[in-house]
């Protein structure tokens, strides 16, 4: 079982943000690679990332407030209604089930 106390940086409410044209919610105040955690948390711990900035497998393209820019999945937070428009073949790969699935 999933130890999210040990993993999530404490939230209260979940955010509504997109993810290649599909709604999820994931936790505020956690970067998202620990929402893609949330989202899958069987694949993302096996996937290939450092989860440090050095590795780029986690590179996504942001479009938040109508402005895109590349971001590390690893570096940066989820906000309210951020869209990620596009994703690495890594994040493809361990979002792969998610993602079909809705
Ligand atoms: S996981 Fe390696 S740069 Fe983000």
Redesign the pocket.
């Known amino acids: 079982m999933t130890d999210w106390a040990n993993i999530l940086e404490p939230y209260e409410k979940l955010l509504q943000v997109r993810i290649l044209g599909k709604s999820f919610r994931v936790p505020e105040h956690n970067l998202f690679?620990r929402c893609f955690q949330f989202l899958e948390p069987e694949r993302v711990p096996h996937g290939d990332?450092?989860?440090?900035?050095?590795?780029?497998?986690?590179a996504c393209t942001l479009s938040r407030g109508g402005v895109a820019r590349p971001v590390?999945?690893?570096?940066t937070a989820a906000e309210e209604g951020d869209e990620l428009t596009a994703l690495s073949p890594q994040v493809q790969q361990v979002l792969a089930g998610v993602l079909k699935g809705r």
Do not use: I, P, S
């Not at 990332?49 to 780029?56: D, G, K, M, Q, S």
């Open positions: 690679l990332f450092c989860w440090n900035a050095e590795c780029r497998n986690c590390l999945a690893c570096q």
